[in-house]
């Protein structure tokens, strides 16, 4: 039976494959992990998982003030054998303001403990201010919350600030699923 | 596969049957409706549901500023057909001062339109000052939040303050299991 | 030199006299106190402190949520033996619903400790709704904020939620006319 | 008559002169301005204003949340002709992530309208973390909040988070001298 309600997620049966990540740096990668190491952090290596992946932009201020710390609370909430809680820095603006030295500071700062990726620019599109993740997952802003499936499947993505409730229910939905 | 995290439920083989309520009045009683009247607010009635229950005192601080908001969001989140949402006043001190009459204006004043129930003196305990349903389900006081199966099972009452993506979790996990 | 900006109080010379007070009775009102007493619980006993009268109705989701919170932290914030902070309940709807008893439990599990009056009935308005104290000062309706001054004279008096800085620096001026 | 209570004040006759400022690089100086331009933002410049020293990292998290919202209601409420807000970058940690270039944008999204100083370092101490006016002040981190009266006298610095009403409280205390 299908849940109904204000967390809907796209069809199993209808949701794409998620899109791969382009990274050029990650923070907070676990070493001498099996299950999550520095070279494993990708969407192929996270099978299996739940992930939520919470994208941001260091400066911006729902991300700091509402995004980062819902991140920060689901991945307290929930088993980390079972989901997955990754960040991106998606940088679309202010690109010198948001550096990966700035970056490494705030994540200290706010007590980011999750790994965190830096999405990569596009070697084919120099003068594009988006990343390459942002434009492939199609990301209106940030904060933006997306949510992939056991089976690596794209069941959600969001723009914005989310009732804790219903990314909690969304979440579980996708757990429950097996 | 079994969800993990903090919003563990008591897996279903485990579960008790939810205890029957004993209230001496409703309010918020939906007339005309076919899964939810006046006559049928009763967990039999209910089967099929997920039922929150959220138990409460009018005057207790906790209940005013996070539990019944907390109740409210649920209502909004997830849809009524799923999962009912249900109050009940289990007064177990300041008997006179919060009888029914100021309850059904607290009740408009703070919003509540999900149904409501006043949990019953228990007429063989006349000195008790703890009513009915309270007593059956244990609960250590107010707010509490007690979450029931689609079976009518027993499957989680928390006392306090609670995470809502840990609800949200917990009743979406119940409503998947069909 | 006048003080500016969004914490105006009417100027002294411009300002009435405060209207005095009809009660009908009081809750923690001082016992064996040389400067405040069940009895002297007037404006006139309380001529030479600034006077923050908080009007409330316990069933007000606004005055539970944010005024009464406000006047508890002005009686934490400033000198009692400069500020006098006194709680009027002004019921004008739902008065089955909010009579003594249970505005006691209510301040018992609000834990106020500062005098609150219950505004009187005008025995010669037999039919309104509105309690006398609050005609007399044309309040328009809960929370209401009035301010007080040493001489006592009427120098501010606001409907709804205020700025905790702007009441602060409103009483300050007031204390700082000496 | 001296206001008591948690919003003391050094007695102005105590106090001494407010250390000058040190600073690299200002941000949001008015222009066209008769009492304040780039070049007058100094202490001498501001005399006869009470003046509000906010003195923040852009990636301390106490900053973001609460001391830098609060020096933007103080600025709000008060008068500006009366009341100087000025914000100072005291950057003693994670230097090379909090540049001016990263402050810049920081200011931009979270919509700092006030005149904000980058506190320089010491060129007398080349090896020391901690800028020349934290020095001065003897600040212990961030948050901190300044108040210096119209005479240019330095009455209150307080480190951590401060409650609105006692902040109002004090600022309306100092204008109220005249």
Redesign the interface.
């Known amino acids: 039976?299908q849940?109904?309600?204000?967390?809907d997620l796209t069809p199993a049966a209808a949701a794409p494959p998620a899109p791969a990540w382009s990274t050029s740096e990650w923070f907070n990668a676990p070493r001498n992990s099996t299950t999550l190491s520095a070279e494993a952090l990708s969407l192929e290596a996270l099978r299996g998982c739940v992930v939520v992946l919470h994208t941001f932009q260091m400066?911006?201020?729902g991300c700091?003030?509402h995004g980062l710390p819902?991140a920060q609370?689901?991945a307290?909430?929930?088993?980390g054998?079972?989901?997955a809680v990754i960040g991106l820095h998606t940088v679309f603006e202010?690109h010198?303001?948001?550096t990966p030295?700035?970056l490494?500071?705030?994540l200290?700062?706010?007590r980011v403990h999750f790994p965190v990726g830096v999405d990569a620019a596009d070697p084919a599109r120099p003068h594009d201010p988006i990343p390459q993740t942002m434009r492939r997952y199609a990301l209106r802003g940030t904060p933006s919350l997306v949510l992939i499936d056991r089976a690596g499947r794209l069941r959600r993505s969001t723009f914005g600030i989310e009732?804790?409730?219903?990314?909690?229910?969304?979440?579980?939905?996708l757990?429950?699923?097996?």
């Open positions: 039976m849940a109904a309600g204000r967390f400066l911006c201020r700091v003030l819902q609370r689901i307290a909430v929930f088993d054998a079972d989901v202010h010198a303001a948001m030295v700035s490494a500071a705030f200290h700062e706010n009732d804790d409730l219903a990314v909690g229910a969304a979440i579980a939905t757990l429950a699923e097996g």
